[in-house]
Structures are given as C-alpha cells and as structure tokens.
C-alpha cells in the first residue's frame, strides 16, 4: 500500500471521486490500466489518498446547493483493503454530514457495510448504489475478475439496496466480444436485474475497449485463460481502441427489448432522471 495526499477529490461535472488509484480486483480487460490514467505501477500496489474525507469536507462545504457526488468512476471504492481502511465510508459519512447525495459503482459486496449510510443519504438528498455485471455466469466471472464478489453475490446485494428503498442501476460494460457479448448472456443480465428491482443499466455498446496498457494486461490474461483468443483478437481488432462485438448492433437491439419488456430504463434522460436529487428536496434547500 502507498499513500498520497491529494490537492482535490471530487471532478467534472458530475463530481466523480476516487479515494484509492489502483484496484486488486484483477479483472482482466480493466481499462483503468491504461497508461494515459498515469497509475504508477504496480497496479495492485493501492495508492491511498490519506487525506480524501478532510478533501471531502473543504469542497462540500463550498458548494451552494445539494450536489449528487459519484465514486468508483475509474477504482472500485469497495476494494478489499476498504474493509480495513473505511476510507470510502469516512467520505459518505461527510456527504452525509453536509446534506449532499451519493452514488456508488463497484463489484464488491462489502458495499452492503454502507447500507445505514446511503439510507441516511436518501431520505437527505438521494443515494444510488451501482454494481457491474458483464456475466451471470460465477465461473467466467472467477476468470475474469477474480478477485471481485461473484455476480450472484452482487445480485443479492442489489436486492437488499432495492429493499432498502434505494435506487439500484447495473453497468453491464464490459461484454467481451466471443467471450461474453453474446445473445445468452446479454438477455440473463437483463433478466436477473429485472428480479431483483434494477432501476436502470447502462451499456455503452456491446463491446470492449483496449489501449496501451491495457491491451498488454489483456492479452497475457487471454493467453493464461483462454488459449487462441488472443490470436482471434489480434485479427478482428488489430490496434484498434473501441473492439464491438462482430453482430454488436443485433445485440445492442437484443438489450433495449429485454429493458422494454422488463421495464428497465436504458436511455441516458431517463437514468438521469432516476438518479438526481428529487425536485421536492432540492425546493426544501432554497428556504
Ligand atoms: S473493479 Fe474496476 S478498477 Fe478494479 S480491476 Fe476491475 S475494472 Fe479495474
């Protein structure tokens, strides 16, 4: 473990945080390996920003009305050595404190720790929990992130925040073309999500990408996991950074009927709107 002490947490627009750089979920296409990010390797070796909920609370504080604020854009807040620190729970308890909403995108279960707190946060302001899903199946997934929570286990955790009266949303990005971007898996995503309550899903395109960096990474884990894939790769994509899957527009179609018949939003005005902070409590904050 390295630590740092930044000069700012939250960026863009949609003010995203990161506590941590680096991840040891070890899932094998992660693009956040990728060398334009600037994570000093190793990659594994976390880097800790010591001082993001004293940050947390500088920023917030300045900010005139509530704001939603989103964490696990580029490293997964939930990582096992969260279990430890509590970093990422240090940071919600100062949204909490300062009125604000949270959203949250990981694949790891110790989320559920956060539970009293993101409720705490939705009946302030509004709090969203996101887990990824690319497949349903627990054995691919133990081979291509093998050190996140299994998608079963991810799916029970959205029903409790669903429970919970949280709003839930899936990543479904990203579908690895011949692995996992496939008619089979695509309609098991939508469907278990539909079980369980899922709000909305965001899916980008059905698809990969690679680029220095990532692509190494990516190519010794295909090569490790499954013999020839690399070659097939090498083929269809070349050096290529967005790789869609071969048939990626019969799919994407595939995904927006399984929404519609489910009722699950897709489009990005209708995730927004789920998402925000409900007019009625941002009119309380004006008086
Ligand atoms: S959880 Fe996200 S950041 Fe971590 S290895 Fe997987 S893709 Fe990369």
Known sequence: MRTMIAKTLFQGPGNNYNVYRGCTHGCIYCDSRSSCYEIPPPFEDIIVKVNAPELALRELSRKRKKVMVHSGSMCDPYMPIEAELGLSRKVLEVILKTGNGAGFLTKNVLALRDLDLMEAIDRQAKAVACFTLTTMDDALAKRIEPRASLP??????????????????????????????????????????????????????????????????????????????????????????ICKAPDHERLYSVFTEECKKAGIAWLWPDIEELTRIPDRIEQLTLF
């Open 152 to 241: 079963s286990e991810r799916l029970k955790a959205l029903w409790t925040f669903a429970q919970h009266g949280i709003t839930t949303g899936v990543w479904m990005t990203p579908l690895l073309p011949f692995l996992t971007a496939n008619e089979e898996n695509i309609v098991s995503i939508v469907r278990s999500c539909a079980a369980v309550q899922v709000k909305y899903i965001v899916c980008f395109d059905v698809g990969t990408t690679m680029r220095e960096g990532s692509r190494d990474y990516f190519y010794q884990k295909l090569d490790e996991l499954f013999p020839g894939m690399k070659r097939r790769y090498q083929a269809e994509y070349g050096l290529e950074y």
